[in-house]
T-cell receptor, first 116, second 109 residues
Framework: EAQVTQNPRYLITVTGKKLTVTCSQN?????MSWYRQDPGLGLRQIYY???????DKGDVPEGYKVSRKEKRNFPLILESPSPNQTSLYFC???????????????FGSGTRLTVV | RKEVEQDPGPFNVPEGATVAFNCTYS??????FFWYRQDCRKEPKLLMS???SGNEDGRFTAQLNRASQYISLLIRDSKLSDSATYLC??????????FGKGTRLHILP
């Protein structure tokens, strides 16, 4: 089944304790992206990647890191989480053509992160 | 003007009614347009792409108006299961993908 798999689904952690949220897709998509969703603010892009070893900042990259060592994986790293990073996080992937992700996203099921 | 703008709603409509909502975008160079559906606390799911000529999928019709820079979604014969938040998505030439904040739809029995 074609899908984007995120783990964990739920995570409660303490301020400052490094964590990684994993994202993996099995569709051979070039484009992958991380979003956070907060009430009233909608989906905001954190980082995106157009291919292996190519990553770029989205609209809200502060406090986050990503890597794209393999095409299928795009982990999100919070080196020192803070309470303002409490949010619902989504990973998404898409085919890439004509200079953009043209075919719409497939989203992972989301990770609900609470930082206390 | 915001890059992508949607009426947040909620739209409360009786079952069986027809409902339509629009999404305006500011970048005239935008190339691709989509409608997504998101149920509460779940991931957005692609509902349909929006083509220049307009497209229809069952009870759903999407249209693009480039001159006025908006896309629309029409739902006919609405069902209770159509209750959700509908997000419009716009891809710009500069790799930017912008989500609207969504329009909440409640179908009333």
């Amino acid at each position: 089944e074609a899908q984007v798999t995120q783990n964990p689904r739920y995570l409660i952690t303490v301020t400052g304790k490094k964590l990684t949220v994993t994202c993996s897709q099995n569709m051979n998509h070039e484009y992958m992206s991380w979003y956070r969703q907060d009430p009233g603010l909608g989906l905001r892009q954190i980082y995106y990647s157009m291919n292996v070893e190519v990553t770029d900042k989205g609209d809200v990259p502060e406090g986050y890191k990503v890597s794209r060592k393999e095409k299928r994986n795009f982990p999100l790293i919070l080196e020192s989480p803070s309470p303002n990073q409490t949010s619902l996080y989504f990973c998404a992937s898409s085919l890439w053509s004509d200079g953009q992700p043209n075919y719409g996203y497939t989203f992972g099921s989301g990770t609900r992160l609470t930082v206390v | 003007r915001k890059e992508v703008e949607q009426d947040p709603g909620p739209f409360n409509v009786p079952e069986g009614a027809t409902v339509a909502f629009n999404c305006t975008y500011s970048n005239s160079a935008s190339q691709s347009f989509f409608w997504y559906r998101q149920d509460c606390r779940k991931e957005p799911k692609l509902l349909m792409s929006v083509y220049s000529s307009g497209n229809e999928d069952g009870r759903f019709t999407a249209q693009l108006n480039r001159a006025s820079q908006y896309i629309s979604l029409l739902i006919r014969d609405s069902k209770l299961s159509d209750s959700a938040t509908y997000l419009c998505v716009v891809n710009s030439r500069d790799d930017k993908i912008i989500f609207g904040k969504g329009t909440r739809l409640h179908i009333l029995p």
